[in-house]
Structure formats: C-alpha cells, structure tokens
Nanobody, 110 residues
Framework: QLVESGGGLVQAGGSLRLSCAASGSIYSINGASWYRQAPGKQRELVANISKLGSTYYVDAVKGRFIVSRDNAKNTIYLQMNRLIPEDTAVYYC??????WGQGTQVTVSS
C-alpha cells in the first residue's frame, strides 16, 4: 500500500514536497516513479529513481523537481520548486510491484 501526502494550493514560483510512504520495505525495489494527470490529459511520467539512486526527469520539470528515496523510512519524495500553473495536476507515485498511490492534488495559481 502506498499513501501520498503533501499536495495543495501554491502560488506560481512556490514549492511543495510530495511524499509517498510504503507500508513495507522498499529497499529491494528496483525503481519508483512519479506521474501526474492534468484535467483532460493522459497520465504522464514526471520522474523516476532507480534502486541505486539514478534519476530521470521529463523535460518539463528538469531543473525544478527533485526525486529522492529514503529506504529507512520506506518513502519516496518529489520536491517541486519554481512551480508554474502548468504543473497543476493530480500526482501519483508508482512503485512496482506494490502499486499506485491514491493521488494528491497540486494546484498552482498564477
């Protein structure tokens, strides 16, 4: 089970940190990802992090978002900086084979 937190309403230029807490150990899990889905759009990959800590970011968030993992806390994070209105979406964490988080709303006002 994955439980997300940290979403909310923020002004453009602000920051939020999303958390995705797993009910069990994530130490042996190969990779974890963050996705987002804006109204009327398909769910898209935002970032992922490998077991060894290698990261990937979609171009739209590169340089602004940081994905990290804390194996001791069984938690994945997404630090979002310099937010823009186009970042408004429901954000989901995904850790195979555990599954998907419930989603957390991020709204960026202009």
């Amino acid at each position: 089970q994955l439980v997300e937190s940290g979403g909310g309403l923020v002004q453009a230029g602000g920051s939020l940190r999303l958390s995705c807490a797993a009910s069990g150990s994530i130490y042996s899990i190969n990779g974890a990802s963050w996705y987002r889905q804006a109204p009327g759009k398909q769910r898209e990959l935002v970032a992922n992090i490998s077991k060894l800590g290698s990261t990937y970011y979609v171009d739209a968030v590169k340089g602004r978002f940081i994905v990290s993992r804390d194996n001791a806390k069984n938690t994945i994070y997404l630090q979002m900086n310099r937010l823009i209105p186009e970042d408004t979406a429901v954000y989901y964490c995904h850790i195979p084979p555990v599954g998907w988080g419930q989603g957390t709303q991020v709204t960026v006002s202009s």
